[in-house]
């Protein structure tokens, strides 16, 4: 695993910003039976890039490999990304506002799903994915976002956000470095 | 519900995120939107206004962060007399001020769980007081919360509905935090946001900046103080006029 500060926004820090911030540095993990949120995001929306879009699939895919659910959060009225790979008979919820979680059945799927954390990944970082992320620590979830499953529309804005929410709500990691931990869950519970 | 648009002045001494800016966000900001100005009825939200962040005094946070863990220093002190300008203001006009503090009954918190994975934490939970300059005057309406936002299982919703307000001016803390969530929900909600900036504060600028950046792209419209006791005088013309 990566050090803390070792990620997108490692060209931000600065001496004092690690200090200040050194508050938050913790151990990050994901629990046993996490469910993938993906947050799709709007129609027309122009990410910078598109690699990323190659991690949420395969993150997607290493997740029903190991039988955890995938939900995905799509905005009224729209479709599932093509490029997320969702499949058929997966649960869509419908996110009316910025949050995957406000005002939409998320919360009540997870519990159905008996998922124990959230892993997130998608886009726009610092628009709904990162509200998500905020909720979902409300929520008493433990959250995980895949760094590198990560879009948006600004290079800053990415950065900033996923810096904030590392430090004050979720775990930041990236997509192969969840899917390790996952794995490695999985070998304890057969063990 | 009003259908006027906030012409956003650009605030005296500029914006706070001018220097921040590169060609990606320039973009950004030249597509974004007009959003509903303030309505008849709008309320302020005054978020996490206490104590615990003055603590220390009005001294660069880089140098209390050991002793005082939670305070913003001398941001916290800076936006002290704007917000209690904004304050003065909003009680002249009778525009409400919704109080949000934190629940710190300590039965409310048996597993420790926290609104944020901050390690360091201030012991002294007498400090989740509402700072005296700020505090609530008779009939005002205190939300106490235990997450980020000041939405998040809190009556707030039903004290909006009850005090019909219409449109909502946020001030507090943190930017990048409970005040920045606070707003997102606040316009999940439905209404129209304003954010001011004078009586909004962080730890560190950078994070400040871009999360006021992000506010005015996305969600809010982001003013200086004296444009927001504007907006305050002239929703009160608004209603009067209606």
Redesign the interface.
Known sequence: MRDFEDYCWRDLLTPEMVQIYSAYHRERTVRSHPALVMIHPPAGFAAIGTEWCETVRALGEAMRQLGLPVIHSVRPGERCDERFGARADEVVCYRTTESAFLLSDLEAHLTRARANGVVLCGAPMSGALRATAVESKSFGYRTAIAEDATGDEASLLRKVALFDVAHKYADVLTADEIIALLTQNAKVSAA | MSDRTSEVPTPAGGWPWED?L?D??RL?LAKRQPRPSLGKRPAIIAVDLYDLVYDGGPRP??EL?DKF?ASCGEYAWAALPPTIKLFATARALNVPIVHVNYDNRPETDPAN?H??????RQANLDLYKIKDELAPAEGELVVFKK???AF??TPLCAFLNELQADSLLFVGEST??CLR?SV??G???GYPCFVVADGVYD??L??HK??L??LHL??ATVVDLASACDAMQAAKAFAEAA
């Open positions: 921040i590169d990606e966000l950004l946070v880089i962060m863990p769980i609104p944020t994975n901050r390690k360091k997450r980020a936002s998040f299982g990048s935090g969530s997102v929900e316009w999940s909600y730890r560190y950078l994070n871009v999360s950046l992000d996305k969600y």
